[in-house]
């Protein structure tokens, strides 16, 4: 009972914090603070020591709401022209393959990381599957989910004052489009709003029972993208509903730093932060590449090529008013590659790692 009180508290406390930090960002006009609040709330809340956390049924849940929102956005057109330009996008993934490989690599050899943990924690695109792997190839799963979700709470912090700035600065009402286009669908019937819901729990429940990396987001977008370009049917899907799984995603970022890791995440801070500066200018740069080979803007480019998560990213994109389609099948395209060679990346970095 004294437990289950307890329990009540620290969600009322996390939901009450979420509010107070999210609801400024928002009203500042930057869309992703639906996003950005709760993780924020979520990271002091687990710091704090509290042992609340999202389930994996409700993690699973918010990826398929956010799969047929991003599906909701599918053109024909779009989809064409990301399949015109495809090797540019597979040159730019190779370009920040290598790059994540090399940063890990010097991790690595500097011995400041045990075995191939810096190699895990370099990778991107992919943070379950790369703390998954690392513990069955040699490396601290802790400190690689440190890695991991410490690149993507500063990637969507990062990428949200590039987004917000180049929305204010000159895209044409690109404020808050995410949220604004869940709303402003008064037309459409609550039986399509239903039937878009019961899409993202069956899609995005069959894409985890699959195993696919990321198939409770991937699967959502390719159903509900088909659904939707081919007019079978037109996606809605509620605006509180969006709000609500935004904020379960930020929560699962946030309440993973425990107070437990503290001390050891201090002692590596500073290899950490110069392993994911690194990458993030590499990425840049990857990104300015992409924009000579392929018709995209920079913006669009940038949040292809962040090594964030698919899902937050997405969020960004939409908000950003940036070209969605393009940006998900490039995270899409990286995230298929990182799981592909991450196995062989990490085996061979942990050989040339110094014996402790």
Known sequence: ???????????????????????????????????????????????????????????????????CMIASMLEASVLDGVA????????????????????????????????????????????????TMSAAFGG????VAVMQYLRVMIV?????????????????????????????????????????????????????ASRVPAGALLLPIVVGGALQISGVMTLAMPHGVVVLALATLGWSIGLRFKRDL?????????????GIVALLLLCTLAAWLLTLLAPVSMLTAYLATSPGGLDS????????NADMPFVVAFQTLRLFAVVLVGPFLGRWLARGAPLK
């Not at 992703?32 to 849940?61: D, E, K, N, Q």
Request: include cysteine.
């Open 1 to 67: 009972m004294l437990n289950r009180a307890r329990h009540l508290t620290h969600w009322s406390l996390l939901l009450v914090l979420s509010v107070a930090v999210g609801w400024p960002i928002v009203h500042a006009g930057i869309g992703a603070g639906a996003l950005v609040g709760p993780m924020l709330a979520g990271i002091a809340m687990g710091m704090s020591g509290t042992r609340i956390g999202i389930s994996g049924r409700a993690f699973v849940l918010a990826q398929g709401v956010l799969g």
């Open 84 to 131: 015109a330009h495809f090797g540019a996008m597979a040159a730019a993934v190779v370009l920040t393959l290598v790059g994540a490989t090399a940063t890990g690599w010097v991790l690595t050899r500097t011995g400041t990381m045990p075995g191939s943990t810096g190699a895990w924690g370099s990778l991107p695109g992919a943070a379950a599957a790369m703390v």
């Open 140 to 143: 601290d799963p802790r400190m």
């Open 156 to 208: 969507i912090l990062a990428a949200t004052a590039v987004s917000h700035y180049a929305v204010t600065e000159g895209a044409p009402g690109g404020q808050i489009a995410m949220l604004a286009a869940a709303k402003a669908q008064p037309s459409v019937s609550a039986s399509t709003q239903i039937c878009t819901i019961l899409i993202a729990v069956a899609a995005s429940w069959l894409g985890w």
């Open 262 to 274: 503290i001390a050891p995440m201090l002692r590596a801070l500073p290899t950490i932060l110069l």
């Open 313 to 320: 990213v997405a969020v960004l994109a939409l908000e950003a």
